[in-house]
């Protein structure tokens, strides 16, 4: 079982709020990725790292920042939500090397009001 | 651009019925994973091929890399109403060292007791 955490698991916030949703993962991944999904729909890749003070930005263009300070842990920061915002975004890990296969945190709901 | 085609989109079966999903693509993947995802819960793991032309079962699932290694099936006997979910494809990019992957669409299936 994936030791990859998200936090919250809902968020239900008002429209110019700042707010930062927690990963973390304790398999020591060097890569790391946080997707955009709506529900039932394909992963949109918005960030990802390499490693430690490594961050790109991804496919689908995103207002959110990230930031890797230690290789557990992979915040993801908006600085003012808006009801486009709404959606599920999943954290994801890979080791490096291997047939690629990323590990999925259980998402966080965000409704913007 | 790598893209990969996944079909159907949607499917909705009685329980005991037989499906396929298939997963295309113009471009060839070093591997190739199939993920599941249940509503509110980030993707599982279920399955990754590498070698073309590769066959492999996990219980009622059989999965299939085309020679290529640019296509890739999933095969289910004898659906229960616990296949129900997402599942989704993704392709590991053989040029990146990024390990990025590209994923498709998804297909929703639903099986009814």
């Known amino acids: 079982e994936a030791d990859i955490y998200q936090t919250p698991r809902y968020l239900v916030i008002g429209t110019g709020k700042k707010i930062t949703l927690e990963c973390s993962q304790t398999?020591?991944?060097?890569?790391m990725y946080w997707y955009q999904q709506d529900p039932g729909m394909e992963l949109h890749l918005i960030h990802y790292?390499?490693?430690?003070?490594?961050?790109e930005k991804g496919d689908l263009s995103s207002e959110s920042t990230v930031s890797r300070i230690r290789t557990e842990h992979f915040p993801l920061t908006l600085e003012s939500a808006r009801p486009s915002h709404t959606s599920q975004y999943l954290c994801?890990?890979?080791?490096?090397?291997?047939?690629?296969?990323?590990?999925f945190g259980p998402g966080t709901r965000l409704t913007v009001l | 651009t790598q893209l990969l085609e996944q079909s159907p989109q949607f499917l909705s079966i009685q329980e005991g019925e037989n499906l396929t999903v298939y997963c295309n693509s113009s471009?060839?993947?070093?591997?190739l994973q199939w993920y599941r995802q249940e509503p509110g819960e980030g993707p599982v793991l279920l399955v990754t091929v590498v070698t073309g032309g590769e066959v492999k079962k996990l219980k009622r699932l059989t999965f299939q890399f085309g020679d290529a290694r640019k296509d890739s099936s999933l095969h289910i006997t004898a659906a229960q109403p616990g296949d129900t979910g997402l599942y989704l494809c993704?392709?590991?990019?053989?040029?990146?060292?990024?390990?990025?992957?590209?994923f498709g669409q998804g297909t929703t299936l639903q099986v009814k007791p």
């Open positions: 398999m020591g991944h060097d890569k």
């Open positions: 993704a392709g590991a990019d053989s040029a990146s060292n990024t390990g990025k992957l590209i």
């Open positions: 790292s390499y490693g430690v003070n490594s961050t």
């Open positions: 994801a890990s890979t080791r490096g090397g291997g047939a690629g296969e990323q590990f």
């Open positions: 471009s060839v993947f070093s591997s």
